[in-house]
């Protein structure tokens, strides 16, 4: 069956083949016996609800989802179908979910580790150290013939050990990333770093997503903090449902800064720019 997927945004996990749309269809789009818009992002479904319409004269079915609107899937990963080839999925949710301890994190789902998962090199797991020992095993067998691993979905600093520690470090890792995204997870973030600087890894294979955009001075402490203990920080704006939060030009300026691998290791002792302090509106 032939199926167009079609995206209201490119982001660097999209499909990149023939099949795969991030706009309207035009004159030389051929005609596909079904259409799946896919919407990840909440500020994109008017967006995805407009692509459904025009794509309803180039496809004999039109099927309209993804996590923004169906919430996360409780199914198996399907390899190469909504993200890019390479990318897996192995379990889905998160147990922290039930315990309500991420207030700003979207997942919606408890905890759901597969028996079944495809290959791949970039694991995008919510919450991949949740495992159970018998799962962990598996994923590490698998990930064992993988080469230049991401394991971009981010590491609980929390439920980080020792043995997992060394299991990751058994691998052609290319890069861990973790998270710290406020001040209460710096010094939990420093205990995991440390146990990972221990089983061998070097600032190169560490990242961190930071995020940002209710108080600047805090902010910044927390950036350099993550930075000085070993991790390469990225600052990630606050994004409500609506993505309606209107920031000062100066906080989109910190976030650049503090995006870019060369800056930040240029200007790690930066200072707070002007008009930092304002509220976003």
Not at 46 to 52: E, F, I, T
Not at 130 to 135: E, F, I, L, T
Not at 234 to 243: P, V
């Amino acid at each position: 069956m032939s199926i167009a997927r079609v995206f209201p945004t490119r982001t660097s996990m999209s499909p990149i083949d023939k099949d795969a749309y991030f706009d309207v269809p035009d004159l030389f789009t051929p005609k596909y016996e079904e259409a799946h818009i896919s919407c990840t992002f909440t500020w994109d479904i008017q967006k995805a609800n407009d692509l459904a319409i025009q794509w309803r004269k180039f496809a004999k079915v039109v099927k309209l989802g993804g996590v923004a609107i169906d919430g996360e899937s409780n199914q198996p990963f399907q390899a190469g179908m909504y993200l890019k080839q390479g990318v897996t999925i192995t379990t889905r949710g998160c147990p922290n979910k039930k315990y309500k301890r991420c207030p700003f994190c979207g997942v919606n789902e408890n905890f759901i580790e597969f028996d079944v998962f495809p290959k791949g090199n970039i694991n995008q797991d919510n919450n991949l150290l949740a495992c159970s020992q018998k799962g962990w095993d598996r994923r590490m067998e698998m990930f064992s013939y993988e080469k230049g691993i991401e394991l971009k979905g981010g590491l609980d600093k929390f439920l980080l050990t020792r043995r997992r520690a060394e299991d990751l470090r058994s691998l052609s890792i290319k890069s861990l990333w973790l998270a710290c995204d406020q001040d209460s997870g710096i010094e939990p973030l420093r205990k995991a770093v440390k146990i990972l600087f221990d089983v061998g890894f070097t600032r190169s294979h560490l990242y961190c997503y930071v995020l940002i955009g209710d108080n600047a001075r805090e902010n910044i402490h927390r950036l350099r903090e993550v930075y000085k203990m070993g991790c390469m920080p990225f600052a990630q704006l606050f994004k409500n449902k609506e993505n309606d939060i209107k920031y000062h030009r100066s906080w989109k300026h910190l976030q650049r800064r503090w995006d870019l691998p060369a800056i930040i290791r240029k200007r790690c002792k930066s200072i707070t720019p002007k008009g930092l302090n304002e509220k976003a509106k």
